[in-house]
């Protein structure tokens, strides 16, 4: 079953082609998550995941990413509260769940830096999730990580909350309130 529908009206970028991810993708994330890791100035600012957590998230058509050709530029996934309703971070920082968002992953690969596409997904998942009623979007940080916490504040998220999350690595937790 598709999370979200695949007539919503994609971002565009100059050069950039934004499309719905699938399970055949998988492979490209994975290659651009190893890419990320190793030009981190701190490798504890990225939680890498698995390709099976990927897989699904495309095959539900949850993640989204721009291509400049064949190439994935950066992608991002955004996941509606009843896909883990006991992991999802409202209910990691004891909030209401229902009709919540989470924006599990977002990777920009280097030579796309400062092209938009963060900004692109940031403004992309909002309206997905204020058409599907969701009433707040979380995501989570390393506070250390001053570019990505400064992005996501510009685009009104606020830190929430503060705790051990990823085998102990510190996280910031982000709400985004839409209503």
């Not at 030009?39 to 291509?67: D, I, M, Q, V």
């Not at 058409?131 to 001053?146: Q, S």
Request: proline share 7%; glycine share 6%.
């Amino acid at each position: 079953m598709k999370t979200f529908p695949p007539q919503i009206h994609l971002p565009t970028l100059d050069k950039l082609i934004c499309r719905q991810l699938t399970f055949a993708d998988a492979q490209a994330i994975m290659d651009l998550q190893t890419a990320m890791l190793v030009t981190l100035p701190n490798p504890t600012w990225y939680y890498p995941s698995e390709k099976e957590l990927f897989e699904a998230c495309c095959e539900r058509g949850e993640s989204f990413g721009f291509f400049n050709g064949q190439a994935l530029a950066g992608f991002g996934t955004l996941t509606p509260w009843y896909i883990r309703p006991q992991t999802c971070y409202a209910a990691k920082v004891c909030e209401p769940i229902e009709n919540t968002f989470d924006f599990q992953d977002v990777m920009v690969s280097t030579g796309y830096r400062r092209l938009g596409i963060h900004s692109a997904l940031l403004a992309f998942f909002d309206q997905i999730a204020r058409e599907a009623g969701g009433i707040a979007i979380y995501c989570t940080i390393a506070p250390d990580n001053l570019p990505s916490v400064s992005s996501f504040q510009k685009a009104g998220y606020r830190c929430v909350k503060v705790q051990p999350a990823y085998e102990g690595m510190l996280r910031g937790y982000f709400r985004k309130t839409l209503i």
